[in-house]
């Protein structure tokens, strides 16, 4: 039933955006009289240069999670909060609790939270999609309003991402569009309840199909972008060619004052293997049963698992990780203690565009073991700040395990090599802040409504 309702959510969510990128929406008038009636096009003005607008940019911000425990929504907060700090005018969209809306103006810093209805559809423990979000059209084009935005700026195909496109096209203002998941390599995965019945020929047919129509679908609401953020220089390349767009590296930064070695308060000992992040199918984490199972095989018998986060996998890892923490979703100075008491993270995932985790875990110190896939290996410098995994075996397999064991043993063989390793990752993670990520983003404002490249 659920592979049933994803199959659903993928085939609407990619109607929605040919509808809408082809202008049919518009055809069916559907759009048009929902604006008219809220008197849209009325309150907010148009602007198409830099001299007809205020210095810097008011920017109207529709995130794809806010409240929630991921990337996208750590640095979501994080944007709005360093809008606060510099006193920037910002309009903040976002989706709330319960279903409502809530308005909140302190001066040019706004929020405006919309409630989900009842028939949204659960994508994970704190993700949904509403089929129905399109009935707050008219307190967005009245907030849109008194706010003036220079800029709209969205960060995926969510209900969020679709309205703030919409709006972005109907009152002539530019689009910058953060692209911060490759959400068209989950579809497969999703699916593969649906998939795994068929042959290998067409189970492999099948899945690169639906990845190759959920990129295609994602494409075309991204092009409809005057730039685009990506949080490392292999998918801005593969966005710029694909696109031919713009795109500025947007990566993520770290309070390196609560992410900090002097958290730690375990004696350094036994070997403690830290993972954090959603337990689910995209993350790999389905590797850490094996690779636990190699480490025994190598001599290591008790090195013991630290897992912080929840999802649909975690039933799976209880019953095979017997000795292994589950500590569930941990905020703030809870999550930042439990990375110092880690000795290594182990991230196995393949789709990550960046890996926030990954920076945090550099942050207390403790080096990182990831895959040659995605934005983790971007961040790790492999043999100084932790292990790059090289490429060899496919994601999950027992080859890939074997890999992150040997990687392990080494290191817990050599404990002043795994001690140096630390301390570089505690440097590395100090040259990275929000201020500068976000004085970047502003910058690349800056030269799109200037008329340039932000490239």
């Known amino acids: ?104 103006i302190r001066g040019d810093l706004q929020s405006l939270e919309l409630g989900r209805s009842r028939l949204a559809i659960r994508m994970e423990r704190d993700l949904e999609f509403d089929l129905l979000f399109w009935r707050h059209i008219g307190a ?73 129509g959920s990129l295609s679908a994602l494409l075309r609401l991204y092009r409809l972008a005057k730039v685009i953020f990506a949080p490392n220089g292999e998918l801005c390349q593969m966005l710029t060619t694909r696109l031919t767009l713009p795109c500025h590296v947007m990566p993520r930064g770290l309070d390196t004052e609560l992410f900090s070695p002097a958290r730690r308060s375990r004696p350094r000992g036994e070997l403690v293997l830290g993972y954090v992040g959603r337990l689910s199918l995209e993350k790999n984490v389905g590797v850490l049963p094996d690779l636990g199972e190699e480490l025994r095989r190598l001599g290591f018998p008790d090195v013991r698992f630290l ?79 932790g292990i790059v995994i090289p490429p060899e075996h496919p994601a999950g397999s027992p080859g890939e395990a074997a890999l992150f064991a040997r990687a392990v043993a080494a290191l817990a063989r050599d404990p002043q090599r795994l001690a140096r390793m630390g301390v570089a990752a505690r440097e590395y993670a100090l040259g990275c802040s929000w201020d500068a990520v976000f004085a970047g983003v502003y910058a690349a404002y800056g030269r799109i409504l200037r008329g340039g490249s932000a490239a």
């Open 140 to 212: 967005i084009g009245r907030a849109l309003g008194r706010f003036q935005p220079d800029v709209i700026h969205i960060t995926g195909p969510s209900e969020l991402g679709l309205l703030g496109a919409y709006f972005a096209h109907r009152l002539g203002v530019p689009l910058a569009a953060a692209w911060q998941t490759n959400l068209h390599e989950y579809v497969p995965m999703r699916l593969s309840r649906v998939t795994r019945v068929l042959p290998m020929r067409l189970r492999s047919a099948a899945d690169h199909g639906l990845e190759r």
């Open 1 to 104: 039933m659920a592979a049933h309702a994803e199959l659903l959510l993928w085939n609407l969510l990619q109607l929605i955006v040919l509808l809408h990128m082809n202008g049919l929406v518009e055809g069916v008038g559907l759009l048009r009289a929902v604006s008219r009636a809220h008197r849209v096009t009325e309150t907010v003005d148009s602007r198409s240069t830099l001299e007809a607008m205020p210095v810097p940019p008011r920017v109207a911000f529709f995130p794809d999670s806010f409240h929630e425990v991921n990337g996208v929504a750590h640095t979501s907060r994080n944007f709005m909060a360093y809008a606060e700090r510099h006193g920037l005018p910002f309009l903040c969209v976002r989706a709330g609790s319960g279903g409502g809306v809530a308005e909140k």
């Open 307 to 385: 897992i912080v986060g929840q999802g649909a996998e975690e039933p799976y890892l209880r019953s095979e990780l017997k000795h292994a923490r589950f500590a569930g979703v941990l905020r703030g100075e809870a999550l930042a203690e439990a990375y110092a008491n880690m000795d290594l993270l182990i991230f196995p995932s393949h789709t990550d565009t960046f890996g926030n985790v990954v920076l945090e875990a550099l942050g207390s110190g403790v080096p990182a073991i990831v895959t040659a896939h995605g934005g983790p290996k971007h961040i790790v410098r492999d043999g100084e700040t």
